[in-house]
């Protein structure tokens, strides 16, 4: 009888779920994203009006992170673009990146009103990040995944590609 306690406790801490990714909306917005259900979003007000979310997990060695502003007066899409990439190039200094391959323009789905933008940074710790911007000149909304290295590709885009402005 000591055994099978002894083997049911030992299965109990052995036994970890794993918690999975899936889809889920910015706080209060129709925003979307593949996330992990137990990442909260924390939001904030600029002094111009925007709303500002985000929430950053971490899994193992890896960090997801979703930054997102919504503006309070909407930008022409070819303005919008032009601040998202001049914003991804500022999160350099807080994010300690001191190498990026520079921003590329994605292909977008034909008649999509909207820009995709992406980079890849290397921190001063030597960890490899993959950043992907949207914008749609209402949103602009920023994701990454840090310490790529650790993770397989096709995890990162999961993550990356899933974000949805939700219209």
């Known amino acids: 009888m000591e055994n099978l306690i002894f083997l049911l406790t030992a299965s109990l801490v052995m ?3 794993k918690k999975k990714p899936r889809k889920l909306f910015i706080a209060d917005t129709n925003y979307s994203l593949f996330y992990f259900p137990e990442a909260s979003f924390e939001h904030t007000q600029s002094d ?22 919504r503006l309070a007066v909407p930008l022409p899409i070819d303005e919008a673009r032009d601040v998202m990439s001049n914003y991804m190039g500022r999160l350099h200094k807080p994010f300690h990146a001191l190498y990026n391959t520079g921003i590329d323009l994605c292909k977008t789905p034909e008649g999509a009103e909207c820009f995709q933008l992406l ?13 992907k911007g949207y914008t749609d000149g209402q949103t ?22 899933s974000f949805c402005f939700g219209k």
């Open 140 to 161: 602009i909304a920023v994701l990454y995944v840090k310490n790529i290295n650790e993770l397989e590709v096709e995890k990162q885009d999961r993550f990356l590609d």
């Open 119 to 131: 980079d890849y940074w290397q921190d001063d710790n030597g960890l490899d990040w993959k950043v």
């Open 15 to 17: 036994y970890q779920t």
């Open 48 to 69: 111009e009006g925007d709303v500002l979310y985000f929430a950053e997990h971490q899994d193992k060695l890896v960090s997801y992170g979703v930054l997102c502003a």
